[in-house]
Every structure is written in structure tokens, then in C-alpha cells.
């Protein structure tokens, strides 16, 4: 079976270059042939939105010993992606810069000094800033 494909035009509209305008969709699973892998669109995400999903998506627990593993810091924030909406970010961004700065947050707070080490830990591995407005 063939992966599917997503094409700006459909080939015969006079676009000059069809290969270059299709988006590769998925590539079959080697050993489950009725799955396909699926990329998700482009995001671009904010210091905080980064910092947001890594503190407070569920599921996302950053260790001390990973925030200097840019592996591992990467796979959680997959994995936090794959639990968050685009509402969920923002609100996790908000909390995230709320708890950087000390301010209350909910019942169990993350300390002030694993927000700080988690916020370098973005800016070092992502190369984007955490901002404390935002």
C-alpha cells in the first residue's frame, strides 16, 4: 500500500514542479503494514510554551539528571506535545512563567529552583529565551 500524500494542486493544474510541491503524509510501519507514520504540521513554539509543556503536561516528568540531555529533553516535549492542545500550551506557558517567578500556581507547585534549572535547560538545549513576561 502506498503512504498517502497531501499536494498544494492536484498534477495537471500546470504546476511546474510536482514532485517538489507534495508533502510526503506517511511511510508504512515495518511491521504492521496497516499503520502509517504521520508527521505532525510545524510548530513553533515560545521559551515559555517549551518550558509549559515540559513542567506541566501530563504524563512529562523531567528529571534532574535530564535537563542536561538534550535527548531526552526533546522525547519529553514530544511526548508532551502529544497530550496538549494549542489552549493547553498557552495556559501551560502561563503557569510555567507564573512558577518561574514564585507566584502560586495550584496546590503543588514545582520549586522555584527546578523551574529555574528546567527554563536554562530550554534555552541551552532549544536556543530560545524564557522570558519572565513572556
Known amino acids: 500500500m502506498m503512504p498517502a ?5 492536484p498534477a495537471g493544474q500546470g504546476a511546474p514542479s510536482v514532485p517538489a510541491r507534495i508533502d510526503q503524509f506517511g511511510s508504512p510501519h515495518p ?13 513553533f513554539l515560545s521559551g515559555a ?4 509543556v515540559l513542567a506541566f503536561s501530563p ?3 523531567v528529571l534532574d539528571d535530564e535537563m542536561d540531555d538534550a535527548e531526552a529533553l526533546l522525547a519529553h516535549v514530544r511526548l508532551g506535545l502529544l497530550f496538549s492542545t494549542p489552549d493547553g500550551m498557552d495556559a501551560y ?4 512563567l507564573r512558577a518561574l517567578r514564585g507566584e502560586p500556581v495550584g496546590p503543588n507547585p514545582p520549586p522555584v529552583v527546578y523551574m529555574r534549572r528546567l527554563a536554562a535547560a530550554v534555552s541551552r538545549t532549544f536556543g530560545v529565551s524564557v522570558e519572565a513576561g513572556r
Do not use: H, I, S
Not at 5 to 9: F, G, I, S, V
Not at 31 to 43: H, I, K, M, S, T
Not at 49 to 52: A, D, N, P
Open 49 to 52: 510554551e517549551l518550558l509549559g
Open 93 to 96: 506557558a502561563r503557569l510555567a
Open 59 to 61: 504524563g512529562v516528568n
Open 5 to 9: 500524500t497531501l499536494a498544494e494542486r
Open 31 to 43: 511491521n504492521e503494514p496497516l499503520r502509517v507514520g504521520v508527521r505532525p504540521a510545524d510548530l
